[in-house]
């Protein structure tokens, strides 16, 4: 089994994650596509995030609809910070032997990877595919690293290409070690920050988040705390006009 692993905060997911695991599967002929949340993401500390089972919940509601995409709770059932190498080992644990991993984050994510814990080990557990993400060059990632971070790494080979130039040659062979691909894939420009901040604004967030997910955020209230406040500014405004 070919199995592709996507983790990240989702905070919340939208429509880029969806599309860049997408042509990752179909590239590379994977069997299924994992969602790993988070529970306490070891490198996010600049804002509250939202509780694990909201996260869980809301890509579970965006992947719900796709056969080969799945969402699992790993990270948010092991206690303390959630760290990938733990999660790669879980995985092929619970799936066997037999199974490749594919890691695939955006580069973003992986130029600070040589950060994390065990992160040789990582490329070693798992064919790290890197995918492109607007602000960011994919075919700059090898220059844009310092030698520092080329060692953290185990100074791994690098091989760019474009989604279409993936071969069913190189997508049918194994794990290699220390190969990191970096996949040019149709890469939209949303975030997260981009959708909490809309949210808070109380603007509109269709068509970047699937409608379900867009639903259970309206329903539980999520990222709303500044247009509460500010509704709450207004009524005891309001209010105190009225005691006078
Ligand atoms: P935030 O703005 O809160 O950091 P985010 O949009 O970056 O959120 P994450 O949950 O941090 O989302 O990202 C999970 C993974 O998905 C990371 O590997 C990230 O690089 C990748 N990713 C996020 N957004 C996109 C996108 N628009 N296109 C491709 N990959 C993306
Ligand atoms: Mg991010």
């Given at each position: 089994m070919r199995i592709g692993v996507m983790g990240g905060t989702?905070?919340?997911?939208h429509l880029g994650h969806l599309r860049a695991a997408e042509e990752i599967y179909w590239a590379f002929g994977l069997d299924h596509i994992i969602f790993v949340p988070a529970a306490?993401?070891?490198?996010?500390?600049?804002h509250d995030v939202a509780a694990p089972i909201h996260r869980y919940e809301m890509v579970s509601l965006a992947t719900v609809?796709?056969?080969y995409f799945s969402v699992s709770p790993i990270e948010i059932n092991r206690p303390g910070r959630s760290y990938s190498v733990e999660t790669l080992r879980e995985l092929l644990t619970l799936c066997g032997p037999e199974t490749h991993l594919w890691f695939i984050m955006g580069v973003d994510t992986f130029l600070e990877?040589?950060?994390?814990?065990?992160v040789k080990e990582i490329l070693r557990l798992a064919q790290v595919v890197v995918t492109a993400r607007p602000g960011w060059r994919l075919d700059e990632v090898e220059e844009t690293l310092t030698p520092q971070q080329r060692r953290q790494l185990g100074n791994p080979q690098f091989k760019y290409l474009k989604?279409?130039?993936?071969t069913p040659d190189l997508s049918r062979r194994g794990l290699v070690p220390g190969l990191v691909l970096l996949v040019e894939v149709v890469s939209l420009d949303i975030s997260s920050t981009e959708i909490r901040q809309l949210v808070e604004e109380g603007r509109s967030i269709r068509f970047l988040v699937p409608d379900t997910v867009a639903a259970y955020m309206s329903k539980n209230r999520l990222y709303q705390e500044r247009q509460e406040a500010a509704r709450e500014g207004v009524q005891g405004s309001l209010l105190g006009g009225w005691e006078e």
């Open positions: 989702f905070d919340p997911i306490r993401p070891p490198h996010k500390t600049d609809f796709t056969p990877m040589s950060t994390w814990k065990e989604i279409a130039e993936v």
